[in-house]
């Protein structure tokens, strides 16, 4: 068995890329040192191992069954569930004085990616868990808190989110879930919710659904849509459960992976006694929802980055330990067979994975020092690149991960795709990163039509001197010359052609540019990452000396091949956007 | 449900593309026309809709068990395999005077077509019996045709091909299975092999092992296997079953897709009681083994083609049907909804699935046409250009079928990846074909190692004559110009390129050469399917009055979508073989 993730990479970009330790520096983190940081890894390093990593395949072979009645998971989950809450790790983001960790986002992530490794199916309860208690801490009533964010905190209850409906989708703006006012301060719900990831579950003592839907009256679209908390089983003011609230589990979904992760249809208010609380203001259901789905599409990202990072890790040990074939020249029979990393086409698939899962990785990580920045450092500048940047950060992995996934299975060849070995499972649970939390077509179009050009292209620019810095770092170092002279040449159409799509977009082409949205997402991803690469490269450089030289040619390899076969595949499309080529949006669709 | 195929896509592929008609010219199809192929096609069809696509998604829920004693399948699989047989499919390619169909490789393929859209793993039992049939046919005694073939083409016994051994791998020459002359003119054989298809199984009476063995005192190496008929039961002259041969199934594998096949972990000889007979010479066994595996390769190019062809039509009925989201430029949420299939998203990842699937069947269909020229036309040159295809045959579809399912899940958002609808199974069944039959990496050092240079590299000249005289053709049309001139102005450094990887590879760069043999295998793909690409669209104008208008215009803009999107990264790749990157050769396994 692999490890869950390289130590050394993590600890590199941890320190040496990421400068956790200089996160000690803001108030708020003050009462850390590395040490500390390093306790609080081994900790989740240790129950990941132990805890949720053994029942990895068995929650994917035995997924959750519903009798009509009642759902069950097997048992490891409960127990992993159990040993995650009691490590503080639920409120781990959260102040000392509410009960949390007061921990950086860095370390968090960092925490989170053994646990995305080790078992994403598993992991996802507690994930979302933290993001909907993140919503009621930042928009519930102090009531709202007292009776649910701390049994959210402890673990006694789930949380969910709960926007798509089975004729809406993504459209959110459609959705017809409807709430009505009780007099007494509280709603009746009605409606149903499809996709709802842990909507059920036997694990916990309760799960608190933040479900949007619309109040009698409200006006159509996005802008009559509010949030509320639905509690599976009523709460009273002391905080014990009382009695069922009219939440009816409807069915579950059969996913091809994170098959540990219930998937579920949920019919509110069917008996048309649906308690819910309405959380902040009425219609601005969707601004809240949206703070809990930036962290959760970051987390997919993540997810994504681990997956592809297992696979990564896996399939190298296969081709490490595996003796098959000769080399060319080699045409002696009887001579011994080489292990199979020593043919260039594994290597090919091995350097490839490399290049997309530590960059990855690299970039969730990023997002998180954004978070620090802007959240305890107070840097506004830091939240506008953060924003930027989350559709990326969100879609990158996504695509790259799985891609990651399809070429451990081919390192492993026959092995690959049978369920005896664990590259296939990790292939399955990646395919869903692409779609939930918003598909690539969704992540472009926020992108492209919007991010870019918020605060007035900020962003954009905020990413620019980022990267000039770097360039001009690397630039140092003998080794980058090619690596930089590459990424710098690529560079300059990115930026004319960014700014021509933003002249476009003013025009009367808006439609025209964004149907390749999904396009510019893949380029931006590129760049980004691909920047991230000189970073990594620049930063093992200068800390040769506590590294080991392979670690360091490792990632001066991995830069090479990303610069020399990945970059040039933006610089193409690059050209296409230029020429605003219309192919999609010209092809009619009694033409397919 | 969608159907299995565009009808109207196979019946102008047939007769347009591939003159079907014309192949009654040779005087082994003379009895056949055109309405007797339809007859023969329609049958397929309607065997495939009724007997094999029902139970395709059951067979993947249920998949085959194995008590220790037996294995069981669903038990519609044997009624499947008994509508094959009595449709005499299993011998449509034999002669009237063997009980065969005699029907033309094309439209035997073109039946096959149903079979692989509608259930592959079903479909998997009469092709590899097919197949085994067909090397017994060609090398086996006369005894041993009587006593095993008519039982296959009848459907009584089923066939395998086994070669793969758990240490070895792909790497044959390296296998240890023993055989030992028995002195009555049979062979006692021992060893194990793995990943066997269809190596047990509840549905025929009997299974005929085709086994790769090293005959005691054997050369090392390829030279020193031998080919033997191992039937699972011992049979009598009169083709009665008689006793339990030493054969000894040793589990099962449990794979992603194709569930419904049984993969098998086969011991031979436990007992010392296992009696093979030798087929043909000794020490010719790999080359016998060929002819399936040749066949095989291009039969799981149409299992990658057929598949990716059925998610490609399912995530299209789901785009037209599923309302959801407005267009660009209409900002107001009282509109109704459009169907997905009216965003630009949603047609290009449509129109780039049409691309892969069409083409990759195209490329199928003309593997059949060359057999048939080679054979009924006795033809050596189409043989000539059908060794160098193979590889091509194989890889392409099973590279870009995939990614076809893979942009089929994403059309249809969180309900692509759950099992409730159908593009989730494809999407596993088709992860398989990149490596069964010999992976990516191995087609490419077999195209660019052997087959471009085999006859004086005449495949290629022969592969390059046909591409002129559709472009010459193609030139003509005025709708072409853009589609031809970016084609031919990428056909020049293709041809220099591998002129120039030709002469590298007598030298000593030979290793590097072939370093990155997988990269001109895709590289191969892209010129061949989209020559087939003109090919096409020049056939569907000059045929425009007896085919709709939107097929043609669909198949010109699939055309367009290749030339702009898809053969510009074949160039990107050529400029990196051209420049003998070696980015993969010289990664050191430690850096990883």
Redesign the interface.
């Given at each position: 068995m692999a490890p869950l993730v390289n130590q050394q990479d993590l600890e590199f970009l941890l320190n040496d890329v990421f400068s956790a330790e200089a996160l000690t520096k803001f108030p708020r983190y003050a009462d850390y040192d590395q040490e500390a940081f390093t306790s609080v890894l081994d900790t989740a390093r240790r129950i990941a191992e132990t805890h949720f990593l053994p029942h990895n395949a068995k929650a994917d072979a035995h997924e959750p069954q519903f009798d009509g009645a009642k759902v069950t998971t097997i048992p490891e989950v409960k127990t992993a569930w159990q040993h995650y809450a009691d490590s503080g790790l639920l409120s781990a983001r959260h102040g000392y004085d509410e009960g949390g960790m007061q921990l950086p986002a860095l370390i968090s992530m960092a925490c989170n990616a053994y646990f995305m490794a080790a078992n994403p199916a598993t992991a996802a309860y507690p994930f979302l868990t933290s993001a909907a208690a993140n919503v009621i801490h930042a928009f519930g009533s102090e009531a709202q808190k007292q009776r649910f964010l701390e049994p959210m905190f402890s673990g006694r209850f789930a949380g969910t989110m709960a926007l798509?409906e089975p004729?809406?989708?993504?459209?959110l703006?459609?959705l017809t879930t409807k709430a009505v006012a009780h007099g007494d301060g509280s709603y009746r719900l009605k409606g149903q919710k499809?996709?709802i990831s842990g909507g059920d579950q036997d694990i916990t003592e309760n799960i608190v659904h933040l479900v949007l839907a619309r109040i009698e009256g409200a006006p159509?679209?996005?802008k009559g849509i509010s949030m509320f908390i639905v509690p599976k089983l009523l709460v009273d003011e002391q905080g014990n459960c009382t009695s069922e609230n009219d939440v009816k589990l409807a069915g579950l979904?059969?996913?091809?992976?994170y098959r540990g992760t219930t998937?579920t249809v949920l019919s509110f208010g069917e008996q048309d006694a649906c308690v819910g609380y309405l959380v902040g203001e009425a219609g601005k259901g969707l601004s809240y929802m949206f703070k809990m789905m930036n962290e959760a599409r970051v987390g997919v990202g993540l997810g994504a980055a681990m997956i592809g990072y297992r696979g990564y890790l896996e399939s190298?040990a296969y081709a490490?330990d595996?003796?098959?074939?000769?080399?060319?020249?080699n045409r002696d029979?009887?001579s011994k067979?080489v292990?199979i990393?020593?043919?260039?086409?594994?290597?090919?698939m091995?350097?490839q994975q490399?290049a997309y899962v530590e960059g990855s990785l690299a970039l969730c990580l990023l997002a998180a020092r954004l978070v620090d920045e802007h959240e305890a450092g107070d840097n506004a500048d830091s939240g506008i690149l953060l924003d930027l940047l989350t559709p990326v950060v969100k879609s990158y992995p996504s695509f790259y991960g799985?891609r990651a996934n399809?070429l451990a299975?081919?390192v492993l060849?026959?092995a690959?795709?049978?369920?005896?070995y664990p590259v296939?499972q990790c292939?399955?649970d990646n395919?869903?990163n692409?779609?939930?939390e918003g598909?690539?077509?969704i992540q472009?179009l926020d992108l492209l039509?919007r991010k870019l050009w918020q605060h007035e292209g900020k962003g954009l620019k905020l990413l620019l001197e980022r990267i000039q810095i770097t360039l001009h770092a690397a630039a140092k170092a003998p080794e980058l010359q090619e690596v930089v002279a590459l990424y710098q040449s690529a560079l300059k159409p990115f930026m004319t052609t960014t700014v021509e799509l933003g002249q476009a977009l003013l025009g009367n082409k808006?439609?025209g540019t964004?149907?390749?949205?999904?396009v510019y997402l893949d380029i931006m991803g590129k760049y980004v990452v691909g920047w991230l690469w000189i970073e990594m490269v620049e930063k093992a450089l200068l800390n040769a000396e506590h590294l080991s030289q392979?670690f360091v040619?490792?990632k001066l390899?991995a830069a090479?091949?990303f610069m020399?076969?990945e970059l040039?595949?933006a610089e193409?499309h690059l050209k296409?956007l230029q020429a605003a080529?219309d192919?999609?949006?010209?092809?009619?669709?009694?033409?397919?």
């Open positions: 798509t004729d809406v989708g993504s459209s703006g459609d499809m996709y159509t679209g996005v979904l059969h996913k091809m992976g998937s190298l490490k595996r003796p098959q074939g000769r080399s060319i020249a029979p009887a067979p292990a990393i020593q043919h260039a086409d594994v290597k090919r091995l350097l490399k799985p399809d299975i081919q060849g026959g690959g795709y049978i369920r005896e296939e292939f399955r395919r869903l692409p779609i939930h598909t690539h077509g472009g039509g808006a439609e964004l149907a390749n949205a999904s392979e040619q490792g390899q090479r091949y020399r076969w040039p595949e193409l296409r080529d192919t999609f949006m010209a092809t009619e669709p009694e033409w397919l």
